[in-house]
């Protein structure tokens, strides 16, 4: 009787020892706090805005996502900024039409939708 308590009580230590706690696994960041490369965000927004004002911030947004997600290169990126800043000072001007046009064409160029 002895024998089998003393097996037991040994069988209870050798199996108590297995019982090792691990540590949990990390907690993934929230969604917002990362991004995915070649994802565009659930937080972009374009911009609101009507005639050449919101034109040229829409497409500037656009712009600035496909950089920030990789679907563009930093030249590129600062041509067609370039091309977006001369059609906001026309609009600034009170040009309408051209900075509209401008947009247009600067899109056409660089394969965007009109």
């Known amino acids: 009787m002895r024998a089998i308590a003393s097996s037991l009580a040994l069988l209870t230590l050798a199996l108590a020892g297995c019982q090792t706690s691990q540590p949990a696994p990390p907690t993934p960041p929230p969604a917002s706090d990362y991004t995915v490369p070649g994802v565009t965000p659930s937080t ?29 290169t930093k030249g590129v ?35 965007y939708p009109g």
């Open 44 to 72: 972009f927004r374009l911009p609101t805005g009507t005639g050449c004002s919101g034109e040229v911030e829409r497409f500037q947004a656009v712009m600035d996502n496909d950089l920030a997600s990789g679907h563009t």
């Open 77 to 111: 990126h600062a041509r067609v900024s370039s091309e977006i800043a001369s059609a906001r000072s026309s609009c600034a001007a009170g040009n309408e039409g051209g900075a509209v046009s401008q947009i247009r064409s600067t899109k056409a160029k660089f394969g």
